[in-house]
């Protein structure tokens, strides 16, 4: 008796497991002839400029891929529709995936541009936030900082280039003229009166930046991108205390690069 409940009880979970099976290979053959419905596109462009548009991957889609919408979600391979969509310039991130309804939903995050460059060869590319380097768009402009002059970064040999920032804090670590753009960009960036106040950073001949403002008709010379705490609260001082009272065309060269000291040249 023993024997024979033993035996029922492994032909119960033989059927159970087999069962299971079935149902589960039931589901994905559902889900793999289910119709797409719809297919719905969002772009997340955070605080930047938009530089690709839904239609753009729209189009992207159907160049590569064909008309979803009425095939059988099987026949959409979202893995390489990802591949696709991220090896967009603009592209950060992307998920595809669909829905019990049948919808297939593409979610795209934007990079976000912090600075124009235009180097010494003519050449015009971006930085973006997380330090890579991106094309200028033919249809969009975005509204960012504009770093030229001196740049000697060659933009078309380094297509992969990315600024290493999770070195920027150690002291060990060489600085590259294109860190330093990145490094000032940043900092101009996330300060609303130095976003509000720069026009565009100039790179002179021995390498330091220049300030062009959007106000008055002098140019700050800044040096290099070391100490900038000191620098800018300098310069906040004197506009305050000094061109408030004087007026923001008296003189033509604001110079905070030495410790403690404004040097400034009059018209």
């Known amino acids: 008796m023993k024997k024979f409940l033993k ?6 979970w033989i059927l159970l497991v087999a069962g299971a099976g079935v149902l589960v290979g039931f589901t994905e053959v559902r889900q793999y002839s289910r119709t797409c419905r719809g297919l719905d596109i969002r772009v997340d462009y955070g605080l930047a400029d938009v530089l690709i ?8 889609i159907l160049k590569n891929i064909g008309i979803v919408k009425g095939k ?8 390489i529709l990802e591949t696709l969509i991220r090896k967009q310039p603009y592209v950060d991130r992307v998920a595809v995936y669909e829905d019990n309804e049948g919808i297939l939903f593409v979610r795209v995050k934007q990079r976000e541009p912090l600075l124009r460059i235009i180097n010494n060869q003519f050449e015009n590319f971006y930085l ?51 860190t330093n753009l990145y490094r000032l ?6 300060d609303p ?21 959007r106000l008055g008709n002098h140019v700050i ?3 290099t991108a070391e100490d900038l705490d000191h620098k800018f609260k300098k310069l906040f001082a004197f506009y305050k205390l000094g ?17 403690n000291q404004v040097v400034c040249s009059k018209i």
């Open 7 to 12: 035996i029922l009880k492994i032909v119960f």
């Open 53 to 60: 548009t839904k239609e753009v991957i729209d189009s992207l």
């Open 72 to 79: 059988p979600l099987g026949f959409v391979n979202t893995g």
């Open 128 to 178: 973006d936030q997380s330090g890579a380097l991106l094309p200028v768009s033919s249809g969009f402009s975005a509204r960012v900082l504009v770093a030229n002059g001196n740049i000697d970064f060659p933009y078309m040999k380094n297509p992969g280039y990315r600024v290493n920032i999770m070195a920027l804090s150690d002291s060990i670590y060489h600085d590259s003229q294109l």
């Open 185 to 190: 960009a940043m900092y101009i960036n996330h």
């Open 193 to 213: 009166f130095l976003k509000a106040l720069t026009d565009q950073v100039f790179v002179d001949e021995s390498g330091e930046f220049e300030i062009i403002p």
């Open 221 to 223: 010379l800044l040096g």
């Open 243 to 259: 061109l408030n009272k004087v007026g923001w065309n008296k003189y033509n060269v604001i110079n905070i690069k030495f410790k």
